[in-house]
């Protein structure tokens, strides 16, 4: 009895110490579990929020496709430190827009202007696109002019690296070999690379150049003559009208304001008498052209020039960019003259 009493001791024992053990694995279970749980409680990274980035329009980057022509170089980069916003060139391409389904061309250009920005008025370079609707270009030249220059230039627009190229918008553009959008036909581009600093220079003053035949141009009716006589001191500027002004009275005021020495009289005379016989055959040349133009002009044509229109375009007001709307004026250059209409 005692002995079997002993053995069931000894079994109760053991079973005490396997559930003491069963219990005591169980309890560490737990505890690995609950640590585990923290570990991944304090090294779960928090989860990043999503950001959300406005889709680009799709003609977004079209005023930036039509180059500045005529920007002085030094302020070129002052023209996109803004973000400029040209919604209503854009929008106008839209359908019942004023350039919807029609052939346009566009080129950029800059005026300096004071506009209030920030609190004060600033001196900003404002960009500002001008749309010709043409079934045609309105002109492959380009003019150079300047205070500094003795005479106009009209050249090839190709001998000062621009060309009328199209615009491609960006829903067009999968691939580099994606075809440009029909009938949108854009831009001036201008190829800066390789080019010498006296040819930037010269690109400063180039001005994209119209003629309308169907109107007598300004230069044809002109009587003035820009004169830059070299002098061993300073060349001598001025302007001389040969219906209003009387050569030796005009030469004589010069030299009592101390711009023109006295022996210098004769020599100045002779140079503006060459200047105003220049000036009027180029005049009766342009007369001429124009009449032979309009001669061999077709009526197809003609109608063209009579419909097409000039749009200018400022950019939008934002609450980042400087507010141009009440520098807006309807002149484009001296050769396009008055746009149509401003935006």
């Given amino acids: 009895m ?6 069931k001791s000894t079994s109760q024992k053991q079973e005490t110490e396997v559930k003491a053990s069963s219990s005591s694995q169980e309890n560490q279970k737990e505890n690995h579990k609950l640590a585990s749980q923290a570990k991944r409680a304090k090294t779960s990274k928090p989860q990043p929020q999503l950001e959300y980035f406005e889709d680009k329009r799709n003609l977004e980057d079209l005023w930036k496709a039509a180059f500045p022509v005529g920007t002085e170089w030094d302020q070129l980069d002052s023209v996109y ?5 040209f919604l209503n060139l854009e929008e106008a391409f839209e359908e019942g827009g004023r350039l919807y389904g029609k052939k346009v061309y566009l080129f950029g250009c800059t005026e300096p202007q004071l506009v209030p920005y920030k609190g004060e008025n600033k001196v900003i370079c404002i960009p500002v696109v001008v749309a010709v609707v043409s079934p045609f270009p309105p002109s492959d030249k380009i003019g150079i002019n300047s205070v500094q220059r003795e005479a106009e230039e009209i050249v090839p627009m190709k001998q000062m690296k621009m060309d009328w190229v199209p615009y491609i918008p960006l829903e067009n553009r999968p691939t580099k070999t994606a075809p440009p959008s029909p009938g949108l ?3 001036i581009r201008v190829a800066l690379k ?7 220079k010269k690109y400063e003053y180039c001005l994209p150049y119209f003629y ?17 006589f070299p002098a061993a001191q300073k060349p001598v500027f001025c302007e001389f ?5 009387e050569l030796d009275e005009f030469t ?30 180029a005049n009766r040349q342009a007369r ?24 200018k375009f400022y950019p939008v007001p934002t609450p980042d960019t400087p507010d141009v709307s009440n520098v807006k004026a309807p002149f484009i250059n001296r050769y396009y003259g008055k746009a149509h209409e401003v935006l």
């Fill in 288 to 311: 001429e052209a124009r009449k032979k133009a309009l001669e061999e002009m077709s009526e197809e044509t003609k109608a063209a020039f009579v419909n097409m229109r000039f749009y």
């Fill in 212 to 228: 309308q035949p169907l109107k007598e141009d300004e230069l044809e009716q002109s009587t003035e003559v820009q004169i830059i």
């Fill in 241 to 245: 009208d040969w219906e209003l002004d």
């Fill in 185 to 187: 036909s854009i831009g």
């Fill in 252 to 281: 004589d005021q010069l030299i009592e304001a101390d711009e023109l020495d006295k022996d210098k009289k004769d020599a100045f005379k002779e140079f503006v008498k060459e200047r105003v016989r220049e000036a009027k055959k």
């Fill in 81 to 85: 430190q803004f973000n400029w916003n």
């Fill in 2 to 7: 005692r002995k079997g009493g002993k053995r």
């Fill in 194 to 200: 390789q080019m010498k600093i006296d040819r930037l």
